[in-house]
């Protein structure tokens, strides 16, 4: 059997992994310290698309983890640099919050109802029967439809929310046409966040506390998987995939010993 190679960058979970309803979860202060202490390229990532890399550097900020915006890598940033990739300098009409619409701005899209290129979902708060209306005439029109992650659900303090997936799930309902996820578990998001840090896969650490997206992008993308124990995944849960991360640990602080 091949040696796994040092591990030389790492890709963490926000929510579930370093915090938990705005709580910093024990150890995560320690693990992002002695990442940046080390010089290692490392990102913190998320699937959800509301927030800009500067909200949540932030965000996390004041709750005493200190991570540059450079190494915040978002679905909205990753679907960015993918609909750059397949055409540049294009149009989208877009579903979402500030963390979309200014990742496209920056790559030089130009948000637009009129024969764009792309219908690009996100998460928000404010779903619209209008917006979804056009975002289905658009399709059907020959718009092509992207999403940037496949979430069906998201927390909250009163319970959970419906998210990106499920509201990509009735566009399809109405037009018959899938969209293309570019979240998490899509590798091609951890591979964009590696390419943005000059880090290779086969020498990065993947960290999260999901098995369906997490360990899942992990696995496909080439990475190391860790699985933590302090988000949606219990211990009893990992057996019913038919894949295994390369370790379980109880949390993030399990993990600071080999940054």
Do not use: C
Not at 118 to 130: A, D, H, K, N, P
Not at 168 to 194: C, D, H, Q, S, W
């Amino acid at each position: 059997m091949t040696e796994p190679k040092p591990i030389d960058s790492w890709l963490t979970d926000m929510d579930g992994v370093l915090m938990h309803e705005g709580v910093p979860i024990p150890g995560a202060d320690s693990f992002i310290k002695k990442l940046r202490d080390s010089g290692k390229p490392f990102l913190v990532l998320t699937n959800n698309s509301m927030y800009t890399a500067r909200d949540l550097h932030a965000r996390l900020n004041r709750i005493g983890l200190e991570v540059p915006m450079e190494n915040i890598w978002t679905s909205a940033l990753a679907t960015a640099r993918f609909v750059d990739s397949q055409r540049p300098n294009g149009t989208a009409y877009v579903i979402g919050e500030a963390g979309l619409t200014t990742a496209l701005h920056d790559v030089g899209y130009i948000l637009s109802d009129a024969d764009p290129d792309f219908v690009i979902l996100g998460e928000t708060r404010t779903y619209s029967f209008e917006a979804l209306t056009k975002a289905i005439r658009l399709i059907n029109g020959g718009a092509r439809f992207i999403a940037t992650n496949p979430d069906n659900t998201g927390p909250s303090t009163e319970g959970v929310l419906p998210a990106t997936g499920s509201v990509a799930a009735l566009i399809t309902k109405a037009t018959g046409k899938e969209p293309y996820f570019v979240g998490k578990p899509n590798p091609l998001m951890m591979r964009t966040g590696l390419n943005a840090i000059g880090a290779h896969s086969e020498s990065s650490a993947m960290i999260g506390d999901r098995m369906d997206t997490d360990v899942l992008a992990g696995l496909e993308a080439g990475m190391t998987t860790f699985l933590v124990l302090t988000g949606l995944t219990s211990q009893s849960d990992i057996d019913r995939f038919p894949f295994r991360p390369t370790k379980v640990v109880d949390s993030i602080a399990d993990l600071v010993d080999l940054v």
